[in-house]
């Protein structure tokens, strides 16, 4: 069994999640907040992030076992690497598994992100 798709590759905690099938990062926004100086001559605005939400990211693949409902909970960096490279420190928010007769086994996690320290 593989451990990427299409050359991507997901690991979590600095364990492989397996032969990835999917990868979607979702619900990334941030809050701004506007910082013009009220001595400005002019009329454009001046805005500032304020609250960031890195979102949520979401990994379909085909397990190793590696992972149980125990690790529901835990945090650690989620690094995903191939034609797109992104590096988070997370925590493991869901996981759902799947298992049908004559069939490999599907596991999807879901990873609530914060940023890399």
């Given amino acids: 069994m593989a451990t990427n798709s299409q050359g991507t590759y997901v690991q979590f905690g600095g364990d492989d999640l397996g032969e990835v099938l999917s990868v979607s990062v979702d619900g990334v926004q941030v809050d701004s907040v506007e910082i013009t100086p009220r001595s400005q001559a002019t009329r454009d605005k001046i805005y500032r992030p304020a609250d960031f939400d890195y979102g949520t990211v979401t990994v379909t693949c085909l397990d190793f076992g590696n992972f149980s409902l125990a690790n529901i909970g835990e945090s650690g960096d989620l690094v995903i690497y191939g034609s797109a490279s992104f590096t988070f ?7 759902a598994w799947t298992a049908s007769v004559g069939e490999l086994q ?8 914060g940023a890399k320290p």
């Fill in 89 to 95: 420190e997370a925590i493991l928010q869901t996981l």
């Fill in 106 to 113: 599907r596991i999807t996690y879901i990873f609530k992100l």
